[in-house]
């Protein structure tokens, strides 16, 4: 998220979205659903995924 850490809680469900879809964009169109704007950076789930 542009600017901002992510909580706890969306770090969680990061890795759990990550971990069913195995899909980036997948990912991002969830947490933006879920959180709102701005959308979690790419690089941002495949660095807390790792």
Do not use: W, Y
């Not at 901002?4 to 991002?28: A, D, G, P």
Request: with cysteine; hydrophobic share 40%; glycine share 4%.
């Amino acid at each position: 998220m542009a600017g901002r850490r992510l909580s706890i809680e969306q770090h969680v469900k990061c890795v759990c979205l990550f971990s069913v879809t195995n899909n980036v964009s997948e990912v991002q169109r969830r947490m933006l659903e879920e959180f709102g704007p701005p959308a979690v950076h790419r690089d941002t789930i495949i660095r807390i995924n790792k």
